[in-house]
Structures are given as C-alpha cells and as structure tokens.
C-alpha cells in the first residue's frame, strides 16, 4: 500500500512523440529503428513532457486540493495499484495541443501507479500501428478512432480482451452503456465476440449552429422535435431568409457532411437496430428506411430556398467556409448542422454562448427513437498485455480520467460520475450534457463501413444526390460497391 506522497519523485510521465520510423522498444527494452522504414522518418515533434524525475509541483493540479477533481477516485486508485518502476508505451492519434493534454492525464497515472508511460504518435497512425502488431513489436496500448480497425486488430489476435468485468463497468458507468459496451465489442480470432475496447474521449456529432442574436431579432425559438425542426425551415425560408448553409466539400473526403446528416436522420426516424443492420450490411442501402433518410436529407439541402447559394451550391461549397453564413450582416444563412469541431472555422473573437450557440439536432416526436446522439471517438486496447496495461485501463474507469483533460479542453465524456463543473467551458459542459442525457450513442456510420463504401462510395454518392440524383440510383450504385467487396 502507499499513498500519494510516495510518488513525489515520478510524477512525470515519459511522453514523447515519435514519427513513423521510430520503432517501440522491443522485448529487452532497447531502442531499435527498423532500416526499411527509415524513409518514412519525417521529424520528431517536440516533447509533451520532458522524460525523468520531477516534484510535486509539476502536476499541474495539486492532488486534494481542486475541488472541480474526485479526489478520492485517484487515491482509490492509488491504494489499489503499486507498479513501481515498471514502463507502459502508448501509442495513439493525438498530436499538438490534444498529446500535451493527454500528457497530463498519463502524468497522474504515473504518479498514482508508479509505472513510468512513454507516449508516441505517427501522422500515419493507422498503417504504423497494423505494421508494429504484424511485426511483433506493438506497443502495450494503442487508442484508435477506428473502429473497423479495430475489429480487425481483434479477429486477428492482436488484442487482449478487457473482460466481463470491464463490460460491466462500462454499462453501468457510462450514459447509455450498453451503446458504448456495443462500441467497443468485436469478435476474436475464435470467432466469439468480447469486449477489446475501452471508449476514451468522445467527439459529438448531433449539433445545430445559430447565432442568438439573430435568431432573438427574428423571433425564432430553438426546436424541440425534428417535425419543428422542419417546421423553423419553413418558417425562415417564408419570411424571405435563408434557413440552411450546408457545404460538402473537404478535398479529397467531399461529401462526408452529408453522410453524418444522413446517419443522424436515420436514427431519428427508424429504430436503432435499423442503423446497426445497415452499417453492416444485414441490410442495404437500398432499404427503404436508408433511402428516407437520404430523401430527409434532400429536403433541407436540395431546395433553393432552404440553402445559402441554393441547392447547386451545396455540394462544391467547402464545408469550413460554408458556416461563415451564419456571421454576415444581414446573415446568409440561420443553421448550419455540424460536429463539435466547426468553432475552429467560425470568425476570430467568436465567444460561444454569446457571438454563437449550439442545440441538440432533435428526433422525430412521432418515432421511438429517445435521444439519440451520433458521435464518433477513440477506443482504447491492450496491444500487450500485462500488469500496467490493465492498470492503464483501469485507471480510465476513475473519473479524474476524464476530468483532468475536461479542465484543460477539447474533451467530452459520458461518464455518469464525472463532475461536469471540471469542463473548462460552459460551451463543452452543455455537449458533455447531451452525451450525458442520450439514450443510445451510435458511432459516425461512414467509419464503420469497409473504407471502399463508407469513405468512398457513400461519400461520392451523396456528392452526387446533392447534385440532383435520385435517392434510390445513389443507393443502388452505393450497395454494389459494398456487394463486388463481399
């Protein structure tokens, strides 16, 4: 047993982030840099925190004294957990802003657990992770925002199953459980299916944009229902304005903005297994349900009058430079449906609550559908197993997991026993409420396709509907992709 104060001289986790060449550290914990990838070397990026012995002070937080923190989770974990001197690697998407405030929540793991956490990153993720697991030399914990990879990690054998009792926790703990529990559950190399990822980090999806003082002037009211939803389009387009700014492109992904509207509408008007069947392929695009909520999206998107430039605008209008509408004078637009990330492209010296403000993209008050939320995020999984891997897990069940990256920013939880005064905004603790109130959580439905559907195929399709194709040609040429892969 011990506590704290025992850990004063560790309290920095080794974090740094590494390029693509860099191997892990093999078996016997030396350095190895593979010849073949040398090529990929592109740089190494700066350090989150600076590796070696530290004080107490280096903590950004003093243990036991902010009260936004549940304290007493950590020195439960404290308590429970003694790893001195054993090394945990990490390796995950995070760079930038998002890797230094990761690297405070593994600091505190350091602290409490003894284990000492090297952290690293590739811009290549995705393929380094696939070659350092095929290779033999992974890291002990790898997070990932894919869950189709994931589950090919895991039919394959490379991952470690969490446990019944890590399943447990989650239903219990997290705001509709048994969605995240679903998220984070694939079938092994015998075919059974178990729990392999622990969610870490959520990002929201089901969020419609407006600016208060122009909706106020104007005398609109924020929409309880999808039917009023419909009802405000109406309303704004008949008073000659323009309700909708909606743009699909993003390079070489155009057309996925439409592909989340058409996954929200699903789980708005069809029962959620309807969405787990199609993200599947039990059933086809060309199901009717799908085909609705592909037409549901051509309501809002393929009127002129519903659409800033009109509907022959929405699909070569960039998606990053569609909701400036919102901020003109008089404004081009009073809507715009996008993910928790677009405040990054509104105007310099926007404050949110005030300049602009967000609601829940409600369901339909005629379905059974709850309140679903469509979002996507990271999962974490045992790369390598063993002591300080399942303790890493196991300190993601701690709510002061979750708050120390809340205080800092960009972070959303749906974790039932977090304190929702520890988000470093008011903005964030509203969306951390949404999580929070939803009945079901689905992850976005273009990432849990084969990438050859839902990130190419669903995206070009929607490009073209938008473009004026019928629903049905789209989902018929989407499905035959998804057929010739079988």
């Known amino acids: 047993m011990h506590g704290a104060g025992d850990r004063a001289g560790r309290t920095r986790a080794q974090v740094a982030l590494i390029c693509p060449g860099v191997s892990w550290p093999d078996a016997e914990g030396s350095d190895s840099m593979r010849g073949d990838r040398l090529a990929s070397i592109l740089a190494f990026v700066a350090q989150v925190l600076p590796a070696g012995a530290a004080g107490a002070q280096d903590l950004p937080f003093p243990p036991g004294e902010d009260p936004r923190f549940d304290w007493q989770s ?19 998407p995070w760079r930038g802003p998002d890797a230094r405030m990761f690297g405070t929540v593994l600091a505190y793991f350091t602290a409490a657990s003894g ?57 219990r703990n997290y705001a509709a459980g048994a969605s995240w529990l679903r998220l984070g559950t694939y079938p092994g190399p015998d075919g059974m299916p178990a729990l392999y990822g622990f969610p870490y980090k959520a990002e929201l999806k089901s969020l419609v944009w407006y600016v208060p003082d122009t909706f106020a002037d104007a005398g609109y009211a924020v929409p309880e229902t999808l039917e009023d939803l419909r009802a ?18 993003s390079g070489g992904a155009t057309g996925w903005p439409a592909t989340d509207w058409v996954e929200d ?114 999962l974490a999984v045992i790369t390598r197993d063993g002591p300080a891997a399942r303790a890493f897990i196991e300190f993601l069940e701690t709510p002061i997991a979750h708050e120390l990256w809340m205080a800092q920013g960009s972070f959303l939880t749906p974790h039932l026993r977090v304190n929702k005064a520890a988000y470093a905004s008011d903005t964030a603790r509203r969306q951390g409420e949404i999580l929070l109130g939803a009945t079901t959580f689905r992850f976005d439905g273009s990432d849990l396709m084969p990438g050859p559907v839902g990130t190419g195929a669903f995206w070009s399709g929607m490009v073209d509907y938008a473009g004026g194709a ?17």
């Open 74 to 92: 950590y020195d439960d974990f404290n308590r429970r957990i003694s790893l001195d001197g054993q090394e945990l690697t990490v390796f995950g």
């Open 115 to 171: 284990v000492r956490v090297s952290y690293a990153s590739s811009e290549h993720y995705e393929q380094q992770i696939v070659i350092d697991t095929q290779a033999g030399s992974p890291p002990d914990i790898a997070i990932l925002p894919q869950p189709g990879l994931i589950a090919d990690l895991a039919t394959r054998g490379f991952l470690a199953p969490l446990g019944k009792t890590t399943g447990d926790w989650l239903e």
């Open 232 to 249: 405000l389009t109406e309303r704004i387009a008949a008073d000659g304005r323009v309700p909708w700014c909606i743009g699909l492109g």
């Open 265 to 378: 509408l699903l789980l708005r008007r069809a029962p959620v297994e309807t969405y787990d069947d199609w993200v599947t392929n039990k059933i086809p695009f060309t199901d009717p349900a799908v085909v609705q909520a592909i037409e549901d999206f051509g309501w809002f998107a393929r009127n002129d009058r519903f659409v800033d430039g009109g509907a022959a605008a929405v699909a070569p209008t960039d998606f990053r430079d569609s909701v400036a509408g919102l901020f003109t004078s008089p404004p081009r637009c009073y809507l715009h449906r996008q993910a928790s990330f677009i405040p990054s492209y509104f105007p310099e010296g926007t404050r949110l609550g005030q300049d602009a403000d967000f609601f829940y993209f409600p369901a339909a008050a005629a379905s059974n559908a709850g309140r679903p939320v469509l979002g996507s995020g990271t």
């Open 470 to 486: 019928a629903a049905m040609d789209v989902a018929r040429r989407i499905q035959k992709v998804w057929d010739d892969i079988r």
